[in-house]
């Protein structure tokens, strides 16, 4: 016969696995279900054992289920809501997006287009155009701009008027509001090649080779 000293361990261990989380619904419940029956088999008739415990065991025990049970339907949710968003964005194939990113192309004397998008109001906005060296080539003021996504005009001429070699070159934004930086995003325009996914969420693949992700898309076109 079982002792009830047993009984106890086995009472200490589902309260254990119930406060650490170690073990799943499943498994609380059926060691739940042995204990009850082997206390059953052993307690003192003229002494019975506190059965509160138990009680108290049991209404954890189907918490934890009912938690686990909501989890899955979350985890339904989420991943059928993650397969409507790729879907959804499919439709953004053969469009033009502008999305995050600081290089731009300059092709038969022509530039990619460069945009910018401020987060606040800013009294001054000015874009450097810097080559492979990391000289600058082409200061723009943009002067004053209010909150919002702003496309750069760059003709693809440096500072004194002349167009610059074909290639790749970088730009960066500085905004300032009162003399503070309001952390302008430098954009560039992409076409959409695919759609595809990481951990991070659906992604649109562009097709100069990189990707972003969907929610970083600013504009359609």
Do not use: C
Not at 66 to 77: E, I, K, M, P, R
Not at 160 to 172: A, C, I, N, S
């Amino acid at each position: 016969m079982t002792s009830t000293s047993s009984v106890g361990n086995d009472t200490a261990a589902l309260n254990s696995a119930l406060a650490g989380g170690s073990a799943s619904a499943a498994d609380i419940q059926s060691n739940f279900l042995k204990m009850l029956v082997t206390q059953m088999n052993n307690q003192d008739p003229l002494n019975p054992m506190d059965n509160s415990q138990l009680t108290s065991q049991l209404a954890q025990i189907s918490t934890v289920s009912g938690l686990q049970n909501v989890n899955s339907t979350l985890n339904a949710l989420l991943s059928q809501t993650a397969a409507s968003r790729a879907l959804d964005s499919a439709n953004l194939i053969g469009h033009t997006v502008m999305v995050p990113g600081a290089k731009v192309n300059v092709d038969e004397g022509v530039p990619g287009k460069i945009g910018v998008d401020i987060p606040s109001t800013a009294d001054s906005v000015q874009v450097q155009v810097l080559d492979a060296n990391g000289n600058v080539v082409r200061t723009i003021d943009m002067k004053g701009q209010t909150a919002g996504v702003h496309d750069i005009a760059w003709d693809g001429k440096n500072d004194q008027g002349g167009t610059v070699p074909d290639g790749e070159y970088k730009f960066k934004v500085t905004a300032t509001a009162a003399g503070k930086d309001v952390g302008p995003i430098a954009l560039v325009f992409g076409k959409v090649q695919g759609i595809s996914g990481d951990s991070t969420g659906v992604l649109v693949n562009l097709e100069d080779g990189t990707t972003a992700n969907v929610d970083d898309v600013r504009r359609i076109s």
